[in-house]
């Protein structure tokens, strides 16, 4: 088993470009686990040492995330008041040890309906920047991630940045998780609300997406065009109805019902507008 660790992007699409079959790792916190007792026959190329894909930096038109930056990282660094629903997501993502590793840009990639990263990006607009030897691409992330542990990557790509825009407006955000216990937990249910106020304090802008109640997140866009032009105060959360969650599909497995994932669902998402309707 041949086994790389680079230290440029530049030379880990020249070994992906020249063993396309590649195991692509950073944390590794999914890819063992999963492994088992199997041996690996898989090249594996170790990204975790690729310092220039783990910054986190502000550009002209919002906020740069390295791929590699791990929840830690996240979790710890001075953002805008929108992302404060990521980094609650990244304080919850597994035990502290697994924050230390644990790379935004591989939770993306394994893409599980569960991933604690993709309610919060996806009210964020985030988009992913995958790398080749041809060149770069950027994908919104809704096009990245299309179903259970399936990805919009070519064999040849490294996905190097997640992407950002910025807002114009006053911003808050929240994100809420519910599993068997308070934490290292996979969630039966999770949601992440963000809202951006217009000068006259109503709603100018809304998201809101829901985790582990589909095979990929989904923002719900019939409650984000009903909250839209409406007083920012508490009294949102009376605005979202069990309608408004029709675009999901939970399924029954042994953390909960469909139903119980929908109810649980409709209650953070009026628990996450009260709370947000009160900040901005």
């Given at each position: 088993?041949?086994?790389?660790?680079?230290?440029?992007v530049?030379?880990?699409?020249?070994?992906?470009?020249?063993?396309?079959?590649?195991?692509?790792?950073?944390?590794?916190?999914?890819?063992?686990?999963?492994?088992?007792?199997?041996?690996?026959?898989?090249?594996?190329?170790?990204?975790?040492?690729?310092?220039?894909?783990?910054?986190?930096?502000?550009?002209?038109?919002?906020?740069?995330?390295?791929?590699?930056?791990?929840?830690t990282?996240?979790?710890?660094?001075?953002?805008?008041?929108?992302?404060?629903?990521?980094?609650?997501?990244?304080?919850?993502?597994?035990?502290?040890?697994?924050?230390?590793?644990?790379?935004?840009?591989?939770?993306?990639?394994?893409?599980?309906?569960?991933?604690?990263?993709v309610?919060?990006?996806?009210?964020?607009?985030?988009?992913?920047?995958?790398?080749?030897?041809?060149?770069?691409?950027?994908?919104?992330?809704?096009?990245?991630?299309?179903?259970?542990?399936?990805?919009?990557?070519?064999?040849?790509?490294?996905?190097?940045?997640?992407?950002?825009?910025?807002?114009?407006?006053?911003?808050?955000?929240?994100?809420?998780?519910?599993?068997?216990?308070?934490?290292?937990?996979?969630?039966?249910a999770?949601?992440?609300?963000?809202?951006?106020?217009?000068?006259?304090?109503?709603?100018?802008?809304?998201a809101?997406?829901?985790?582990?109640?589909?095979?990929?997140?989904?923002?719900?866009?019939?409650?984000?065009?009903?909250?839209?032009?409406?007083?920012?105060?508490?009294?949102?959360?009376?605005?979202?109805?069990?309608?408004?969650?029709?675009?999901?599909?939970?399924?029954?497995?042994?953390?909960?019902?469909?139903?119980?994932?929908?109810?649980?669902?409709?209650?953070?998402?009026?628990?996450?507008?009260?709370?947000?309707?009160?900040?901005?």
């Open positions: 088993m041949r086994y790389d660790h680079p230290s440029t530049q030379e880990a699409l020249a070994l992906l470009a020249r063993a396309p079959d590649s195991v692509l790792i950073a944390g590794a916190t999914d890819f063992y686990p999963a492994q088992g007792l199997r041996p690996v026959t898989r090249p594996v190329i170790d990204l975790s040492g690729i310092d220039e894909a783990r910054t986190i930096t502000a550009t002209a038109d919002g906020i740069r995330i390295g791929a590699l930056a791990t929840w990282d996240i979790a710890k660094a001075a953002l805008p008041p929108a992302f404060c629903c990521l980094q609650l997501a990244a304080r919850q993502v597994g035990a502290v040890q697994i924050q230390n590793v644990g790379t935004i840009g591989g939770n993306l990639c394994n893409a599980s309906p569960a991933a604690d990263g309610p919060p990006l996806l009210c964020l607009d985030a988009r992913v920047e995958l790398s080749s030897v041809d060149g770069v691409r950027v994908l919104p992330l809704e096009h990245f991630i299309l179903g259970n542990r399936k990805t919009a990557r070519d064999p040849g790509e490294i996905v190097t940045a997640i992407l950002i825009p910025g807002r114009a407006g006053a911003c808050a955000s929240t994100f809420l998780k519910l599993g068997a216990r308070s934490s290292l937990v996979i969630s039966i999770m949601v992440a609300v963000l809202l951006e106020a217009d000068a006259a304090g109503r709603v100018a802008h809304a809101v997406a829901v985790g582990a109640c589909s095979a990929v997140a989904q923002r719900l866009s019939a409650l984000e065009a009903d909250l839209r032009g409406h007083l920012l105060s508490p009294a949102l959360a009376e605005r979202a109805m069990a309608a408004h969650l029709s675009p999901l599909s939970p399924i029954q497995d042994l953390r909960g019902t469909p139903e119980y994932r929908l109810d649980t669902a409709l209650t953070m998402i009026r628990r996450g507008l009260a709370e947000v309707g009160g900040l901005v």
